[in-house]
């Protein structure tokens, strides 16, 4: 599948931000169309822990179905996206859609992390130079509109590079992930002390007689 295709249902959202649904969707995109089975070997998890979530993704149109038979084999299932790149855009116009959007955030995150660790090895990582390949690093700085602007570019540039045709690994590419998580700070408020509570902290602690 060549053409784009965007997450925008509220059903769909709930599906993917299931734990471990997206890396099945990750998986689906880096290797292409695939079994059960070869999709287990890429993502490390037993076949039978797998079917029930790729029937859930499937059944909301996440993952397409085909089945294939062999000559004197039997008829095997195979699953891609239903378009390249897949991508999800927010809703946050009702408040079960925005719990849907954090749902899916804190589930990429912690995917982020785990990736992180797992490849957090000096004979896998590379931690400086232009090929360093392991990096986790937060920031909070002003930017301007343009600024902004020039962020989502280098930030969507960044995505494209990855987005490449799926495929096995070679000589010349090595499956990456990349996660990121931009916002815009929200002043919290400041809790105010009860006066109450204040006078007895100045008059000092109690005492018995």
Known sequence: MNRPY???????????SSPGREDIID????IGPCTVPELARFVGRSRHALYYHVRALRDSGLLLETHHSGEGKRTTARYD??????????DLSTERARRAVIALARTRLRSAARGFVRACHRDV???DGPQRNL????????LSDQELQEANKLLT??????????GASN???RCH?????????VPQPVLVEPIAKRKRRANGPERSN
């Open 81 to 90: 996206l239903p378009g390249r790149p897949l991508s999800v855009r927010y």
């Open 6 to 16: 965007i997450v925008t249902s509220l059903e769909q959202l709930l599906a993917i």
């Open 125 to 127: 990582a590379t931690i």
């Open 157 to 166: 540039r960044l995505i494209n590079l990855l987005q490449h045709h799926a």
């Open 171 to 173: 000589a010349r590419r």
């Open 177 to 185: 992930e990349f996660t990121f998580a931009l916002a815009p700070i």
């Open 135 to 142: 990096w986790v690093a937060r920031w909070k700085g002003w």
């Open 27 to 30: 998986a689906v995109g880096v």
